[in-house]
């Protein structure tokens, strides 16, 4: 069974910066896909970036500029660098890992959620 396993998660100032890690572990996948969500109080989950295998990165246009997206494969790890967060960003962050079965199936792991929260 695939684990998520995130940590990074804390206080920050607006403008201060936070790196959020996630690791799978229980099973070893080629995960198609990897990358972040996270999720304001009384909102929905909303996207914030994902790294794919072949290298490509898709951000929210909320997030570009400030967040970036690594992998490391050998590790089965993602990460996410926070820079010049804002009270906005404020949200539980949840690891998605994603396993494509078919071009119309897909299997979604997700991590345990890390609150971020950005205030003066």
């Known amino acids: 069974q695939v684990q998520l396993v995130e940590s990074g998660g804390g206080l920050v100032h607006p403008g201060g910066s936070l790196r959020l890690s996630c690791e799978a572990s229980g099973s070893t996948f080629n995960f198609e896909i990897m990358g972040w969500y996270r999720q304001a109080p009384g909102e929905e989950r909303d996207l914030v970036g994902l790294?794919?295998?072949?290298?490509?990165?898709e951000l929210h246009d909320s997030v570009k500029g400030r967040f970036t997206i690594s992998r490391d494969n050998a590790k089965n790890a993602v990460y996410l660098q926070m820079n010049n967060l804002q009270p906005k960003d404020t949200a539980v962050y949840y690891c998605?890992?994603?396993?494509?079965?078919?071009?119309?199936?897909?299997?979604?792991?997700w991590g345990q959620g890390a609150q971020v929260t950005v205030s003066s």
């Open positions: 790294k794919y295998n072949d290298g490509n990165t």
């Open positions: 998605n890992s994603q396993r494509i079965l078919s071009p119309s199936s897909r299997t979604l792991y």
